[in-house]
């Protein structure tokens, strides 16, 4: 199941674009949006974007039987 991205809350980053080991994002044209969801079924559940999004904006959705050893990200303390 692909990642969800709170467009409110999103900066425009791309950290996720750059980080996803299989490219579930792409960028859009337009500078500072959000980006899009281009191959929804290649996200493995990682959760690397969900931890490195400095907007906390991208939540995962978790398929029923993977979610039974699932753990989510820890919040983490910004460092600055
Ligand atoms: S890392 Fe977070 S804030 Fe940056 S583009 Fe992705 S969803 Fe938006
Ligand atoms: S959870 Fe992992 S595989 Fe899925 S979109 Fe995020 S970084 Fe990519």
């Known amino acids: 199941m692909p990642p969800i991205i709170e467009k409110d809350k999103c900066i425009g980053c791309h950290k996720c674009v750059d980080l996803c080991p299989?490219?579930?994002?792409?960028v859009q044209e337009k500078k500072g949006c959000p980006p899009v969801i281009r191959y929804p079924?290649?996200?493995w559940h990682c959760n690397a974007c969900v931890f490195d999004c400095p907007?906390?904006?991208i939540r995962l959705r978790v398929p029923a039987p993977l979610a039974m050893v699932f753990v989510d990200?820890?919040?983490r303390k910004r460092e600055n």
């Open 41 to 43: 079924e290649e996200c």
């Open 73 to 75: 990200a820890p919040e």
């Open 22 to 26: 299989v490219d579930v994002y792409g």
């Open 55 to 57: 907007a906390k904006a």
